[in-house]
């Protein structure tokens, strides 16, 4: 028999239920976050398994991979040995000289081309690298928000339809993500503004943003496609959408996905298809 209080899952409200014993994490938890917590069990496996044949898949590419570098070099290493023996060969004729050494000069010419493309595809590594450790270094300011009034680093209602924080004081924040979370900057423009909190540029007379510049990213909340049913793209497919009635109207582009697999149990490419289209949207 189901016990008879709150349900332990953090998302979930604080009303009476009827209450499981989930046996992934062996807390007591409702009928719905029950078969949400074995929803997460059975895609945390698929993933694995996923994983563990992709990861199969790219290791027999490496060891062909492997295996023609041999066969290379087998090659280049048999040029070289037959070189040298028309070099120890007063009778060799100039058409066999002449040929090897065309062979090697291109043998050569080969290699320092793949070098060089090795050398660009290092540099782009090491540029995308460069990238995300500024972005891993945005995430490392922590402060007071100054977007505490209007017209702050020169952002106003009026212009950009922004949200101020209320006029007092807050612990220290992670400022890049309140930027985008709280306030739905673009990150274009929470990095700008991380710049000058950075260089305690004053925001009172500091002017970071022009009158027509549309700095809030309109799609980081979007409304869940089967709010009222507002979706029209799912008609030809709704043999594969178990239609709930959704309790989130607007979610946060980044968590529809998860949404959409959890509590209307779409498929994984229709999922993908449905946030594809918001983000073609945003751009």
Same mark, same amino acid.
């Given at each position: ?18 209450? $499981? ?44 991979? +492997? ?5 290379? @070099? ?41 070098? =060089? ?8 590594? +090491? ?35 922004? =949200? ?5 004081? $807050? ?16 990150? +274009? $423009?929470?990095?700008?503004? @991380?710049?000058? *909190? ?16 549309? +700095? @809030? ?23 594969? *959408? ?8 607007? @979610? ?32």
């Amino acid at each position: 028999m189901p016990e008879i209080g709150s349900c332990t899952d953090i998302t979930c409200d604080n009303e009476i239920k009827e209450l $499981y014993e989930c046996h992934c994490c062996l807390r007591l938890v409702c009928l719905y976050h029950l078969n949400e917590h074995v929803e997460i069990t059975k895609q945390n496996k698929q993933q694995l398994d996923d994983l563990r044949n992709e990861l199969n898949t790219v290791i027999n590419t490496l060891q062909l991979i +492997v295996e023609e570098k041999f066969l290379t @070099i087998e090659r280049e290493q048999n040029l070289i040995e037959q070189a040298k023996t028309f070099l120890d060969i007063s009778s060799t004729s100039i058409d066999d000289l002449q040929r090897v050494f065309e062979q090697i000069n291109q043998t050569i010419a080969s290699n320092r081309s793949g070098k =060089k493309n090795k050398l660009y595809n290092h540099d782009q590594h +090491v540029n995308e690298e460069e990238e995300e450790r500024k972005r891993t270094s945005y995430r490392k300011i922590f402060g007071e928000c100054p977007l505490t009034f209007n017209g702050a680093y020169g952002l106003t209602k009026a212009n950009h339809s922004i =949200k101020f924080c209320e006029h007092r004081k $807050y612990n220290r924040i992670e400022l890049y993500g309140h930027f985008i979370s709280k306030h739905e900057l673009k990150e +274009v $423009y929470a990095k700008r503004l @991380i710049r000058a *909190v950075a260089d305690n540029q004053d925001p009172w007379i500091t002017k970071l943003f022009d009158e027509n510049e549309n +700095v @809030i990213d309109h799609f980081y909340k979007v409304s869940c496609p089967l709010f009222n049913e507002q979706i029209n793209s799912l008609r030809s497919t709704r043999q594969n *959408v178990v239609t709930v009635p959704c309790r989130c109207r607007l @979610i946060p582009l980044k968590s529809l996905k998860r949404h959409l697999l959890l509590n209307h149990k779409v498929s994984n490419p229709l999922a993908q298809k449905l946030v594809d289209a918001f983000k073609e949207q945003r751009t």
